[in-house]
């Protein structure tokens, strides 16, 4: 809870037209663009008490001396574009948005990098390097909306990361506040940073919740891609130096398929002999879903490949024979330009669907390209009885970023819940086909470790404990923590308690007298007092429910719960 | 008294926020967020609190209502929206429902008021709707109220703006010159009711509507010219909407540089003076966006020698706002300088000398971002280029 005075403090450190707690406002704050079932906000408490936009980096610092000097929890926000729950405030506190850091510090044409603030809107920067005859060499699906650092904190890959990489191949440097205000440049990190002072092989990420970290972490100068996908775990960014490329021509094509599986092939053959700027597939589902709301030009194939390549004109024209000789190769047809050109610009669009919601549960998972087929084939399988569509992107590592959309109606609260198994169904499902998870965030904290693998997590944990020692910046997010149950859900499981305890020891008594007689002949409920006893009783014991419910780690609750909800799902759906 | 929310429901609106992907794109092309830098500005951050409020059945709270109104209906919004939510329509219906809980703003119960009483915006005597003539006294004296086939709806602002007066003579100058037969309504032009479909009391400008088209219809009209993209939406697309396709049968609306073109392809005037200028031509939200008329006022400028047409970086579709609709100017009018200033900058950028529309509120609005900004711009509005380019 931030105090009154603690509020104007905070207004005071970053200025009072950049500081908000109004109801409506933070309210805004408070959500990204994935919709979320009712009962997440009595699970953890999904409200921000106050939002504060940092105007630079001293402010940022100035915020997070404050902050953490008074315990209060800082959620760091690009523009809320993601899915994932990395920019969802778990514990109320201070959402930091970084939107006012938008400026191009500079371009440097010699190393071909340009150095931005990290709240700049990717779609202002693609329009201002034009502008100087350059591009960045991959950019979010978001980009008209997107934060710089936000691609950076959340990881992933995007447009050009077919031929450039993802966003951890782009960045080159950070400038971030760490927890303790400290600010830093990642490419030149001093070994004081890392230095764990303390001995101890426990970290305590949250108040309540523990694992274990091992000391001997190496030090490296460069700490850059540690921080990349870290989700505002390890300090807030406040610049990023980024690579470019120069402006050339981009050229889309588009082919399309009678089957999957001849799709999958055309996909591993083109990504073999040619080098797009861009792959991407839709299945059917996906596109009988665009028809219903007029986005699906017509074409021979419900199975689309869109394709982009760059380059000069002879390179372009060059790999667009390569490609149309694969595409005859797999049977397919290679549509006109008009409909290349409204799937390319079709390339920021992804939800067109949700109106057939009119929410969407979305999931991501990475799957080797060579297993693409098994795994389409296993979640058409798996989600028979569901309403799905899926489309892919194809990274430079030979991973496609598979996305699931089901559609569905946030309205409807039992069947909206019970459907939340399907996203956490759809990364498991591409963990056994030799997948990984597309991004941390909160709601995939589970697989930190096996994401980040075990030297770099061991790394962050580090850091983390020693910088952040009571998780107040951006808790619950890569390092799991635990339930933050909400005061009406712990009275309304302290009142059940309350009420039931006397009730079954009634009903005991009534059933099974003897065995009560003989060896607790003390509990008993037969007058009003006795009730109330056992009522105060069955509150004792709910409050000792939630405190132990508050331990719990939200991934265990989904792993454990998941299976639950797939059984009512199949009931009520 | 109506239910609440009865203008979205009526119209199956009411889940557009629902619909809403919160993927934020509305947020970086909305002048009024751009202005803030608040979501509580944008669109997405608007439809964030109305769904809540509809689901609940709750009354839009005064501080939306004002936010709601802080907002130039540009449309932009509805042009980038992942989920193509009709937001344009959306908005206007928002601000029905607050007029029905009477939180219209102070300037939108002004302009009722001087609506009712005066039949235009000025609260001016209708007598002085020819107020705009005095200059091209010669040209229009015997086209008052006469009967032709061509019509001059020159719109409140023209008729009693002193500094908008030009765009009317420049008009009836471009006519003359071109032989056209044309009438003008003096004081039977009523306020065309933009201003009431921009506040959502589109029952209040269904009377001015009516009267208008009546008007028209007893002098023989066929074809009516604005300058005024506000008064050409009202004709085209709300008095059907309003009072049924077949009340505006039998007429055509041009925009000025629609009917200009027609004008140079009939060979009824033509540019032969050289005009060496470079223009940065702006699309006026509501004749680009919202009736997807792009073309004419370009083929108009490329069709004169010597000018040099500049494109701003955001054109067309892409165009950002001038920071005047929506009733903005009225409401919030420090921040409109704000964004018409912002427009300027950009304009600026094409290293164009002049920067062009055709639109009385665009003119206004980029004047005053011009000065603001304290800029070397010129603007020129598309009737006087046209009237300098032909020697007028």
């Given at each position: 809870m931030i105090t009154k005075k603690q509020?104007?403090?905070?207004?005071?450190?970053?200025?009072?037209?950049?500081?908000?707690?109004?109801?409506?406002?933070?309210?805004?704050?408070?959500?990204?663009?994935?919709?979320?079932?009712?009962?997440?906000?009595?699970?953890?408490?999904?409200?921000?008490?106050?939002?504060?936009?940092?105007?630079?980096?001293?402010?940022?610092?100035?915020?997070?001396?404050?902050?953490?000097?008074?315990?209060?929890?800082?959620?760091?926000?690009?523009?809320?574009?993601?899915?994932?729950?990395?920019?969802?405030?778990?514990?109320?506190?201070?959402?930091?948005?970084?939107?006012?850091?938008?400026?191009?510090?500079?371009?440097?044409?010699?190393?071909?990098?340009?150095?931005?603030?990290?709240?700049?809107i990717w779609g202002k920067l693609i329009e201002d390097l034009e502008d100087e005859g350059l591009a960045v060499a991959a950019y979010p699906s978001s980009a008209p909306s997107s934060t710089v650092a936000g691609w950076v904190a959340a990881g992933g890959s995007g447009i050009g990361s077919t031929k450039y990489g993802g966003i951890s191949e782009q960045v080159v440097d950070l400038?971030?506040?760490?927890?303790?205000?400290?600010?830093?440049?990642?490419?030149?990190?001093?070994?004081?940073?890392?230095?764990?002072?303390?001995?101890?092989?426990?970290?305590?990420?949250?108040?309540?919740?523990?694992?274990?970290?091992?000391?001997?972490?190496?030090?490296?100068?460069?700490?850059?891609?540690?921080?990349?996908?870290?989700?505002?775990?390890?300090?807030?960014?406040?610049?990023?130096?980024?690579?470019?490329?120069?402006?050339?021509?981009?050229?889309?094509?588009?082919?399309?398929?009678?089957?999957?599986?001849?799709?999958?092939?055309?996909?591993?053959?083109?990504?073999?002999?040619?080098?797009?700027?861009?792959?991407?597939?839709?299945?059917?589902?996906?596109?009988?879903?665009?028809?219903?709301?007029?986005?699906?030009?017509?074409?021979?194939?419900?199975?689309?490949?869109?394709?982009?390549?760059?380059?000069?004109?002879?390179?372009?024209?060059?790999?667009?024979?390569?490609?149309?000789?694969?595409?005859?190769?797999?049977?397919?047809?290679v549509e006109s330009m008009e409909v290349a050109d409204h799937e390319w610009d079709e390339r920021f669009y992804p939800m067109r669907i949700k109106r057939l919601g009119p929410s969407l549960a979305p999931s991501e998972v990475y799957v080797p390209l060579e297993n693409l087929d098994g795994y389409l084939n296993h979640v058409n399988k798996h989600f028979k009885a569901e309403e799905f569509a899926l489309e892919g992107a194809i990274t430079d590592r030979g991973e496609v970023a598979v996305l699931t959309w089901f559609p569905d109606d946030e309205r409807r609260r039992i069947s909206f819940l019970t459907g939340w198994y399907r996203s956490l169904d759809v990364i498991n499902i591409g963990l056994k086909h030799g997948g990984r998870a597309y991004s941390i965030g909160m709601w995939n904290a589970a697989h930190s470790r096996s994401y980040y693998g075990k030297d770099n997590y061991a790394k962050m944990s580090a850091l983390k404990r020693k910088k952040d020692k009571k998780g107040y910046l951006n808790s619950h997010k890569v390092f799991p923590g635990p339930l933050v149950l909400s005061t009406r859900l712990n009275l309304l499981i302290m009142v059940i308690a309350g009420i039931v305890a006397p009730i079954v020891i009634w009903l005991a008594g009534i059933l099974v007298p003897s065995i009560i007689q003989a060896y607790v002949p003390w509990v008993v409920v037969n007058n009003l007092p006795s009730f109330l006893i056992w009522f105060v009783v069955g509150l004792l014991v709910g409050f000792i429910v939630t405190e132990f419910a508050n331990l719990i780690p939200i991934s265990v609750v989904l792993s454990i719960g998941t299976p639950f909800l797939r059984f009512f799902r199949k009931i009520f759906h | 008294m109506t239910k609440p929310y009865e203008p979205l429901k009526f119209e199956g609106l009411d889940i557009e926020p629902t619909v809403c992907a919160k993927c934020g794109f509305c947020t970086f092309v909305c002048p009024a967020y751009l202005d803030t830098l608040w979501d509580s500005q944008s669109p997405r951050g608007k439809l964030h609190q109305l769904r809540s409020l509809i689901k609940d059945n709750k009354p839009i709270p005064s501080d939306l209502a004002a936010r709601i109104f802080y907002c130039t209906l540009c449309g932009a919004c509805q042009e980038i929206c992942q989920t193509n939510i009709p937001l344009l329509r959306f908005w206007q219906l928002a601000r029905q429902e607050i007029g029905n809980l009477n939180k219209w703003p102070e300037i939108v119960n002004y302009i009722d008021d001087s609506l009712q009483q005066t039949q235009n915006i000025m609260e001016m005597d209708q007598a002085d709707r020819t107020l705009w003539t005095d200059m091209v006294d010669d040209l229009v004296e015997d086209k008052i109220g006469i009967e032709a086939e061509v019509a001059y709806f020159a719109g409140c602002n023209i008729s009693?703006?002193?500094?908008?007066?030009?765009?009317?003579?420049?008009?009836?100058?471009?006519?003359?010159?071109?032989?056209?037969?044309?009438?003008?309504?003096?004081?039977?032009?009523?306020?065309?009711?933009?201003?009431?479909?921009?506040?959502?009391?589109?029952?209040?400008?269904?009377?001015?509507?009516?009267?208008n088209l009546k008007a028209l219809k007893r002098l023989g009209v066929k074809t009516v010219v604005f300058n005024c993209p506000g008064c050409h939406r009202a004709f085209a697309e709300e008095y059907p909407h309003l009072l049924g396709k077949e009340a505006v049968e039998g007429f055509e609306f041009l925009p000025f540089s629609e009917f200009v073109l027609r004008l140079l392809k009939e060979g009824k005037i033509k540019f032969d003076k050289d005009y060496p200028h470079e223009v940065a031509w702006h699309d006026p939200c509501e004749l680009g966006r919202h009736q997807n008329i792009y073309n004419p006022a370009r083929e108009v400028l490329n069709a004169i020698p010597g000018?040099?047409?500049?494109?701003?970086?955001?054109?067309?579709?892409?165009?950002?706002?001038?920071?005047?609709?929506?009733?903005?100017?009225?409401?919030?009018?420090?921040?409109?300088?704000?964004?018409?200033?912002?427009?300027?900058?950009?304009?600026?950028?094409?290293?164009?000398?002049?920067?062009?529309?055709?639109?009385?509120?665009?003119?206004?609005?980029?004047?005053?971002?011009?000065?603001?900004?304290?800029?070397?711009?010129?603007?020129?509005?598309?009737?006087?280029?046209?009237?300098?380019?032909?020697?007028?």
């Open positions: 509020k104007q403090n905070l207004a005071d450190i970053v200025g009072e037209d950049y500081f908000s707690s109004e109801k409506f406002m933070t309210d805004i704050y408070s959500s990204d663009i994935a919709a979320l079932p009712g009962i997440v906000n009595d699970v953890i408490n999904p409200q921000a008490e106050a939002v504060a936009q940092p105007t630079t980096t001293e402010i940022v610092s100035n915020l997070l001396k404050y902050c953490k000097q008074h315990n209060i929890p800082v959620v760091p926000r690009g523009h809320g574009t993601s899915g994932y729950g990395g920019a969802l405030p778990t514990r109320g506190g201070l959402v930091v948005e970084m939107t006012r850091l938008n400026e191009i510090h500079h371009i440097d044409r010699d190393n071909m990098t340009v150095e931005v603030g990290s709240g700049i400038e971030v506040v760490l927890p303790d205000g400290e600010v830093i440049r990642t490419k030149d990190t001093s070994e004081e940073v890392f230095k764990i002072e303390t001995g101890k092989k426990v970290f305590k990420g949250d108040d309540n919740f523990h694992w274990e970290v091992s000391d001997n972490v190496p030090y490296s100068a460069d700490s850059t891609q540690l921080f990349v996908d870290s989700n505002g775990t390890l300090g807030i960014i406040t610049k990023v130096l980024l690579k470019i490329i120069p402006l050339r021509n981009i050229r889309p094509i588009t082919a399309s398929f009678r089957s999957q599986n001849l799709m999958a092939g055309a996909l591993l053959d083109i990504l073999e002999a040619t080098r797009p700027f861009y792959l991407h597939f839709i299945t059917d589902k996906f596109y009988r879903m665009l028809r219903k709301v007029d986005q699906a030009p017509p074409t021979t194939g419900e199975f689309i490949i869109s394709c982009a390549f760059e380059g000069s004109d002879d390179e372009i024209e060059t790999e667009i024979e390569k490609l149309k000789h694969i595409v005859s190769r797999y049977s397919g047809t | 009693f703006k002193g500094t908008l007066a030009h765009m009317g003579e420049n008009t009836v100058k471009v006519m003359n010159a071109a032989g056209v037969d044309f009438t003008i309504l003096a004081d039977e032009e009523f306020c065309c009711g933009n201003p009431y479909f921009v506040a959502g009391g589109f029952e209040n400008g269904k009377e001015l509507a009516t009267h000018l040099k047409l500049k494109e701003m970086k955001h054109n067309r579709n892409k165009a950002r706002c001038c920071g005047g609709g929506g009733l903005l100017k009225g409401t919030n009018p420090v921040a409109s300088v704000r964004i018409s200033a912002r427009r300027i900058e950009a304009a600026e950028k094409t290293g164009a000398s002049i920067m062009s529309s055709e639109c009385p509120s665009c003119t206004m609005s980029l004047n005053d971002g011009i000065e603001h900004l304290e800029s070397q711009m010129k603007f020129k509005d598309l009737s006087q280029i046209v009237a300098e380019a032909l020697g007028l």
